[in-house]
């Protein structure tokens, strides 16, 4: 079976293609690294440095007749969303859709779609279930939510997975979304810390635990909406201590004010997934923070030129 990953060469989806040739399956992925690095991606997958607006992806359905597709290409910073809504437009909404289209004409399988957590917006009651209602509070959120009304409306055999904050090796450490990494590589650094709020609450899952739900969904092909979560809430300052404890780091963090419009907790429900696709979290946030902080003690990231 061949496997179509968009956005292969990104943080969660090399975990993905990993995952995938792990479990024999043939994988070709597309990705415009404007956040992905070659040097994530395996060395035998064949990749085509290729926007998901381009034209030419057509050629690449055409000739590899994919039977699924894993769809994770997407702008991912919520501060450059709000700044330029029409990226995410022109890649979140406009890309997402004429993957669809292709998806629908070259009879692909079935359709995973990454979507966020930050769909549901505030919640109004904890933990968030997939019938919580959806509140875009940026324009990243509002173009998942946009995404997957798309998605819905097209008639194709599809998956939404609304991944919580995901983390582990590979990870940008320069971006805004990954805490965890941030604070290891501060850490591992000898740099200062700072934490804005310290009491707002997360769900963090480990992307290996991510990857193997992607390949589940195309595996059972399963349809439907589903939350990828630990289920777990953890504090960010409960995961300061972990991760000082983790490296042997003593250095007191600065304390800031919580940042305007941030969400003060957030937990989702994930028995929807555990029921359907008979999946978990296998890694505690202690094993995959020992695995990340392993990885950023001891490789240096690819820097490679973007575009
Ligand atoms: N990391 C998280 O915590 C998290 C949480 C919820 C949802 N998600 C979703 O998971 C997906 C993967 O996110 P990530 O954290 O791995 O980010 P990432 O930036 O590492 O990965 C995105 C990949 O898509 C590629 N890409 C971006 N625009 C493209 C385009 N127009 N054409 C082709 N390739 C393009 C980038 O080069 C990159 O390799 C995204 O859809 C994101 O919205 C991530």
Not at 265 to 268: D, I, T
Not at 278 to 283: E, G, I, K, S, T
């Given at each position: 079976?061949?496997v ?6 990104g943080?969660?989806?090399s975990?993905v ?7 024999q399956?043939e994988?070709?992925l597309?990705d ?7 040097g994530?991606?395996?060395t035998?997958?064949?990749t085509y440095?290729?926007?998901i607006?381009n034209?030419?992806?057509e050629?690449?359905f055409?000739?590899e ?6 769809h ?5 910073s919520?501060?450059a ?7 995410d ?5 406009i890309?997402?859709?004429?993957l ?11 359709f995973v779609f990454?979507s966020?957590?930050?769909v549901y917006?505030?919640?109004t009651?904890l ?10 509070l940026?324009?990243y959120?509002l173009s998942?939510?946009?995404a ?8 194709l055999n599809?998956?939404i997975?609304r ?8 990870q940008?450490?320069?971006?805004e ?10 850490l591992v650094?000898?740099?200062e810390?700072e934490?804005f709020?310290?009491c ?8 290996k635990?991510v ?9 059972g092909q399963h349809?439907?909406?589903y939350?990828?979560s630990?289920?777990?809430e953890?504090s960010?300052?409960?995961?300061l201590t972990?991760?000082s404890d983790a490296?042997g780091d003593a250095?007191?963090?600065?304390y800031?004010p919580i940042?305007v419009g941030?969400i003060e907790?957030?937990?989702?429900d994930n028995?929807?997934?555990s029921?359907?696709f ?7 946030l202690s ?6 902080i ?6 240096s990231r ?6």
């Open positions: 079976m061949k179509l990953v968009t956005g292969g060469a943080f969660i989806g975990h293609v990993e995952e995938l040739v792990n479990h399956y994988v070709v597309i415009n690294l404007v956040t992905g690095f070659l994530n991606v395996l035998n997958v064949k440095q290729l926007d607006n034209p030419e992806i050629f690449v055409d000739r007749r994919p039977d699924y597709i894993i994770l290409a997407a702008q991912v919520v501060t969303s709000m700044k330029d809504p029409l990226l437009l022109q890649t979140n909404i890309g997402t859709v004429k669809i289209t292709l998806a629908k004409k070259y009879n692909v399988k079935n990454a966020s957590a930050a917006g505030e919640p009651y933990p968030i279930d997939e019938n919580h209602s959806l509140h875009a940026s324009f959120s998942k939510c946009s997957e009304k798309y998605i819905g409306l097209y008639g599809s998956c997975l991944f919580s904050n995901v983390y582990g090796p590979r940008n450490a320069d971006g979304a990954g805490v965890i990494s941030i604070f290891i590589n501060k650094q000898g740099g810390v934490v709020g310290g707002q609450t997360r769900d963090f899952v480990y992307v635990d990857a193997r739900a992607c390949r589940l969904a195309i595996e349809n439907g909406v939350n990828i630990s289920g777990i953890t960010i300052k409960e995961l972990y991760i490296i250095t007191i963090p600065v800031k940042r941030e907790r957030s937990v989702l028995s929807k997934v029921q359907a008979d999946w978990r979290a296998h890694y505690s094993e995959g923070l020992r695995e990340t392993h990885y950023y003690s001891t490789v690819p820097k490679l030129p973007m575009n």
